[in-house]
């Protein structure tokens, strides 16, 4: 290097110093450094920038995640295990209050071990009770690990629901460790595959099975983020929290789903303000008196055991998903994920509890039939059932900074995963439209899409969620397409990262068969989806129209063409006042949802209407509705 070059460069390094003429520090200085240490881009030599394209491009080519659901398959494997513990634990005698003490001595005095008579005629002998009691193998700890984990580094199983703590105990400890059970088919299988891991390898044999290879990822590592450590809560209000957290985990868990938690690292406020007789539903939704319930008895029914293919499932007959040729398909992949195929405004009907018994099928008396009770068989496996098992992801509800609570996973969820169903109370529509304004922000149309003008064979419902629901009812609002300002270009905000609730299933969350709805009936379930991969504690937010983006659109050109846009700001100023600034992200919005606004802009509709700048009354009710968060409430 030349002097002079090394003298330029030194200089470059060389901190600077900078004055200010209106700022001083309160010591009276006014002095900042600057220094010109940043990386030349230009200097880097062709082959180098060669490289880093190259590896830029690969990382966006290569498929980032394994496809093995180990969520889903864990979870359905786990219920029915769950279930047919509950079925043996309920067909064998109460347990004996004696042994019961017995055990709980053992467990709080070290290593006293009680032999006691043995009540139970299932077992015979005399039983030594253990303080360590062996692991059932059908109970593998619980391990909400997902695929972002790379290294299987720090992947710490979630402890098993209090239900479930007690559940393996009260099976455990009534007898001898050599003793195993007599296994039910799904059990034996999963024993065999434990059996071998245990002839193979040592310690491994109480351990959940083997996690699937991990994913590869190029480029930078995601950070899972921090969490700030909590305000700490004085006992009222730690004790609000935990109640409230217990209650709705114990509700969760009765489904086999997931627990849910409450935190609030903004302000001391314990609790959402909820109504004293709030009712958590994790899945089934509550009918109003004056909603007439769909009748089960026309569920249509499968005669597969496998549901793996669409086209061999009766039940998908009346489906719309179907590929040019007409055949079906399913909205999900094998391994359980959404497929992302369904077009908007058509409803996923799942399969459902139901399966025609082979004379039925075979007699030919068709897939649509009244259900018999003996008609009602567990199916052996369907892919076809997803949003109907149990949420698997543990959830927390937190506190904001800007717009109350809001609802975050406490695990990476995997683009395409089924998240939960928006419960609450199945109201008429007449009945949602009296709501007020303010309060409407926990309602949802069940038929949006057909509202919009499609005739419909059947009355319309809303559910509301202010008095029974679970936890979607926290879901924030981030628009896909943000700006409400009149004649800007439309700006990107941050996007949603869970769908809208366009993925209707029609058939119920629970084996229960009243909660088994019927195709195009009307009152179809809503499944939240997650639309890309989320980081544990990232928030989930959704569009609540995201139709909007194309109706402000073609306003703002119908206004443009004519070029009056005097009414419009006069209108429009005075519709702002009032609104609240929008948290999706951009500066640029204004989330309209107050009283005020929806009269202001009713009387912005008329001025437009008359001054020509919207041609029909359809437009200006479709405007209307686009600055509201229910958009189909002023849609006739
Ligand atoms: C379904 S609730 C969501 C839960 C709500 N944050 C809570 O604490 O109960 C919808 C309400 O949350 C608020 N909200 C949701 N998203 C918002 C956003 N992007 N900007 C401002 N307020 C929002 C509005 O008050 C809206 O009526």
Same mark, same amino acid.
């Given at each position: 290097m030349e002097f002079r070059d090394y003298w330029r460069r030194s200089w470059q390094r060389w901190p600077s110093n900078v004055r200010w003429d209106n700022w001083n520090r309160e010591d009276g200085t006014n002095t900042t450094w600057e220094t010109a240490e940043t990386i030349n881009h230009s200097s880097w030599s062709k082959p180098e920038k060669k490289r880093r394209k190259h590896l830029a491009s690969e990382s966006l080519e290569i498929d980032v995640f394994t496809t093995t659901d180990i969520h889903n398959t864990e979870t359905y494997l786990r219920n029915q295990a769950y279930q047919e513990k509950l079925e043996k634990a309920r067909s064998e005698p109460e347990p004996d209050p004696f042994t019961e003490m017995a055990k709980l001595m053992a467990k709080h005095q070290g290593n006293i071990q009680p032999t006691m008579p043995n009540r139970?005629?299932?077992?015979?002998?005399?039983?030594?009770?253990?303080?360590?009691?062996?692991?059932?193998?059908?109970?593998?700890?619980?391990?909400?690990?997902?695929?972002?984990?790379?290294?299987?580094?720090?992947?710490?199983p979630v402890p098993p629901s209090e239900s479930e703590a007690s559940d393996v105990s009260m099976t455990s400890v009534h007898r001898k460790p050599s003793q195993r059970p007599s296994l039910t088919s799904s059990a034996k299988k999963r024993r065999s595959r434990i059996i071998r891991s245990e002839s193979s390898e040592d310690h491994r044999a109480?351990?959940?099975?083997?996690?699937?290879?991990?994913?590869?990822? %190029?480029?930078?590592?995601?950070?899972?983020?921090?969490?700030?450590?909590?305000?700490?809560?004085?006992?009222?209000?730690?004790?609000?929290?935990?109640?409230?957290?217990?209650?709705?985990?114990?509700?969760?868990?009765?489904?086999?789903?997931?627990?849910?938690?409450?935190?609030?690292?903004i302000d001391d406020e314990a609790i959402p303000d909820l109504d004293p007789s709030f009712q958590y539903l994790e899945s089934t939704y509550i009918y109003s008196p004056a909603v007439e319930k769909p009748s089960d008895g026309f569920l249509v029914s499968c005669s597969c055991d496998y549901c793996i293919e669409a086209r061999n499932c009766d039940c998908q007959d009346g489906s719309d998903m179907k590929n040019p040729q007409g055949v079906s398909f399913f909205a999900y992949t094998h391994s359980g994920f959404f497929a992302f195929n369904v077009q908007h405004g058509i409803e996923v009907i799942e399969c459902n509890k139901v399966r025609l018994s082979f004379r039925s099928s075979k007699s030919g008396s068709g897939s649509m039939r009244n259900v018999e009770p003996s008609d009602v068989l567990l199916r052996t496996h369907c892919d076809n059932r997803v949003s109907q098992r149990p949420r698997?992801?543990?959830?927390?509800?937190?506190?904001?900074?800007?717009?109350?609570?809001?609802?975050?996973?406490?695990?990476?969820?995997?683009?395409?995963?089924?998240?939960? %169903?928006?419960?609450?109370?199945?109201?008429?529509?007449?009945? +949602?439209?009296?709501?007020?304004?303010?309060?409407?922000?926990?309602?949802?149309?069940?038929?949006?899409?057909?509202?919009?003008?499609?005739e419909v064979g059947h009355p319309l419902h809303s559910v509301d969620s202010r008095l029974y629901g679970n936890w979607t009812r926290f879901i924030n609002y981030r628009p896909?397409?943000?700006?409400?300002?009149?004649?800007?270009?439309?700006?990107? +905000?941050?996007?949603?990262?869970?769908?809208?609730?366009?993925?209707?299933?029609?058939?119920?969350?629970?084996?229960?068969?009243?909660?088994?709805?019927?195709?195009?009936?009307?009152?179809?379930?809503i499944a939240f989806v997650a639309q890309e991969d989320i980081l544990a504690r990232t928030e989930f937010t959704f569009d609540y129209d995201p139709s909007t983006v194309d109706k402000l659109q073609a306003i703002k050109s119908e206004i443009k063409?004519?070029?009056?846009?005097?009414?419009?700001?006069? +209108?429009?100023?005075?519709? %702002?006042?009032? +609104?609240?600034?929008?948290?999706?992200?951009?500066?640029?919005?204004?989330?309209?949802?107050?009283?005020?606004?929806?009269?202001?802009f009713l009387t912005l509709g008329f001025i437009l209407w008359n001054t020509g700048l919207v041609d029909e009354r359809m437009d200006i009710l479709v405007f209307l509705s686009i600055y509201h968060e229910s958009p189909s409430t002023f849609i006739m």
């Open positions: 139970n005629p299932l077992q015979g002998k005399e039983i030594a009770l253990h303080n360590t009691p062996e692991p059932l193998p059908l109970d593998p700890p619980r391990a909400h690990s997902t695929s972002f984990n790379t290294k299987g580094k720090g992947k710490r109480i351990l959940p099975p083997t996690p699937p290879s991990p994913p590869i990822r %190029i480029g930078p590592p995601i950070k899972t983020p921090k969490r700030t450590p909590s305000i700490p809560a004085n006992n009222v209000t730690a004790a609000k929290r935990k109640g409230l957290q217990q209650a709705w985990s114990s509700y969760a868990a009765k489904q086999a789903a997931a627990p849910i938690y409450f935190v609030n690292d698997d992801v543990p959830i927390e509800i937190f506190k904001t900074a800007s717009y109350g609570w809001g609802v975050r996973p406490t695990v990476n969820v995997q683009k395409g995963k089924v998240l939960g %169903i928006y419960t609450g109370l199945v109201i008429p529509r007449a009945e +949602a439209e009296a709501i007020s304004p303010e309060l409407s922000g926990y309602r949802f149309d069940l038929d949006g899409d057909e509202a919009e003008g499609i896909l397409a943000c700006n409400n300002l009149p004649l800007q270009p439309l700006l990107l +905000a941050q996007p949603p990262n869970i769908s809208r609730p366009t993925r209707y299933t029609s058939t119920g969350s629970r084996s229960d068969l009243s909660q088994q709805i019927p195709p195009q009936s009307g009152l179809p379930f063409k004519k070029k009056n846009t005097k009414q419009w700001d006069i +209108a429009f100023d005075a519709a %702002i006042q009032g +609104a609240k600034p929008c948290y999706c992200g951009s500066d640029q919005c204004l989330y309209l949802n107050v009283p005020s606004t929806y009269y202001y």
